[in-house]
Structure formats: C-alpha cells, structure tokens
Nanobody
Framework: QVQLVESGGGLVQPGGSLRLSCAAS????????MAWYRQAPGKERELVAS???????NYADSVKGRFTISRINANNTVYLQMNSLKPEDTAVYYC?????????WGQGTQVTVSS
C-alpha cells in the first residue's frame, strides 16, 4: 500500500506561481512512476505531468514551459512547480503513483487562478 498526501494549493493571481508537494509513505520502494493530474469542474481528469524513477518526465502540451515536475527520492516527495499560471489552470490537482501491482491516488488539492 502507498499513501499520498498533497499540499501547496491555494488562490493565486494570473501570472503567479505555486508549488505543489506530494508526500508518499508506505511501500514507497515499489513506486515506479509518479504524476500529477488535474480535474476542472465539468471536465475529465487529465494528466499534467509525470516522472519516472530514472527522472524521465512527460508534460501535457498545455503546461509545457510553465510547469516543472521533480522528485526527491530521499524524502519520497514529488513536486509540481507551476509558473505563469492562467485561469484555465484552475482545478483540483491530484497526485498519483504506480507500482507493478497497482496505482494510488492522493486526496487532491485545490488550485484557483483568479484576479
């Protein structure tokens, strides 16, 4: 079992920045990939960014050049640095982790971009 706890969401003005954190606990040695997803009201959940154990990253086209995912294995935490935020980035952001056997979700953290 893996437990994921997100933090760092909040209200920010357009053009601002936020950094989300996702702390993993439990069977962390079995995690292969971690990622951030988001879900806006009335929309499907979508992949924002992912990172493998080896540090290979992948981003949605809508966030390339603005968001950066990073992973600190020593403290079992994955981060999402979000810069140049836009109103359309408003959503609940979820952390996800994959192991060979299963996948796990965090509870989500709200990000609101508004003036």
């Amino acid at each position: 079992q893996v437990q994921l706890v997100e933090s760092g969401g909040g209200l920010v003005q357009p053009g601002g920045s936020l950094r989300l954190s996702c702390a993993a606990s439990g069977s962390i040695f079995s995690i292969n990939v971690m990622a951030w997803y988001r879900q806006a009201p009335g929309k499907e959940r979508e992949l924002v960014a992912s990172i493998t154990n080896g540090g290979i990253t992948n981003y949605a086209d809508s966030v390339k050049g603005r968001f950066t995912i990073s992973r600190i294995n020593a403290n079992n935490t994955v981060y999402l640095q979000m810069n140049s935020l836009k109103p359309e980035d408003t959503a609940v952001y979820y952390c996800k982790a994959w192991t060979v056997q299963s996948n796990y979700w965090g509870q989500g953290t709200q990000v609101t971009v508004s003036s």
